[in-house]
């Protein structure tokens, strides 16, 4: 079911009240019927731009007076194909934002949360991202910045094409889903090796399976959290939505 504007303003709210410090805002390019909430419409940026961006602005401004930070998501999924497919797209997406918020220290931006195209390569990846970067930074020189990586490359790799692109004050993206994991402290292990190396920020992370399904397992989260904050890893729940599945920050409603 859908929430209304003050519904959505007060569920903000309780979110600061419990601790919450950042809200993350995708803009996925397509439209989609969200089958977990009753075959309800996602309405894709692409075919809906200026009705997203002023949903946006009205989240980031009411984020911003209750002080908390923004990440504003260009959300490129497998079926969306190349980021050099969508890249004038992109950049008039971070054009407009970060024109618009250029002095507000709230506002994070992240270039691109999945970069998962069957034929995506660094090679054609990095400059997309370089070309969205350079326009962030034209108007914030301090503004966080975070990229996606695929599964199949490496922190490695990713280090190397920041290191050769000049993108060395960027934060690599990492997901964290209980689903996937099976031992507490082999999540401790990994992110303790990742951390001393590589600038990570983990966009998402849940209490399900990365389909945001799935049974949970409060020990291994509990876990996961930890391991966040000894780390200082910045990272976000996914998510805030009264969807009815097993990742929904929000009790599902019937409005019938």
């Keep these: 079911a859908s929430l209304s ?19 993350r805002l995708t803009a996925y390019l397509k439209d989609a019927v969200m089958v977990k909430s009753n075959g309800e419409m996602s309405y894709g940026y692409l075919n809906h731009v200026e009705e997203t961006r002023a949903r946006m602005d009205e989240l980031i401004e009411w984020c911003v007076e209750l002080g908390l930070y923004v990440i504003v998501d260009w959300h490129l999924l497998a079926t969306d194909g190349l980021m050099s497919g969508h890249i004038d797209e992109a950049k008039a997406f971070f054009e407009y934002f970060a024109s618009k918020y250029k002095n507000c220290d709230n506002v994070i931006y992240e270039i691109c949360n999945e970069p998962f195209g069957n034929d995506e390569t660094l090679d054609t990846y990095m400059p997309c991202v370089k070309e969205c970067y350079n326009i962030i930074r034209q108007y914030n020189a301090t503004a966080i910045i975070v990229t996606g990586m695929k599964y199949d490359w490496t922190r490695d790799d990713m280090l190397n094409a920041f290191n050769t692109n000049g993108l060395t004050d960027m934060f690599m993206s990492n ?82």
């Design 5 to 23: 504007s003050d519904e959505t303003q007060k569920g903000i709210e309780t979110l600061k009240y419990y601790g919450v410090n950042c809200l």
């Design 175 to 256: 997901h964290g889903y209980i689903g996937k994991m099976t031992d507490g402290d082999w999540v401790d292990e990994a992110y303790r090796q990742q951390v001393e190396k590589y600038p990570i920020f983990c966009t998402e992370w849940g209490n399900s399976e990365s389909t945001g399904d799935g049974q949970t397992n409060d020990s291994l989260a509990k876990n996961l959290l930890n391991t966040y904050h000894k780390y200082c890893i910045p990272h976000c729940f996914w998510k805030f939505t009264n969807q009815n599945m097993t990742c929904s920050a929000l009790k599902y409603s019937d409005a019938s």
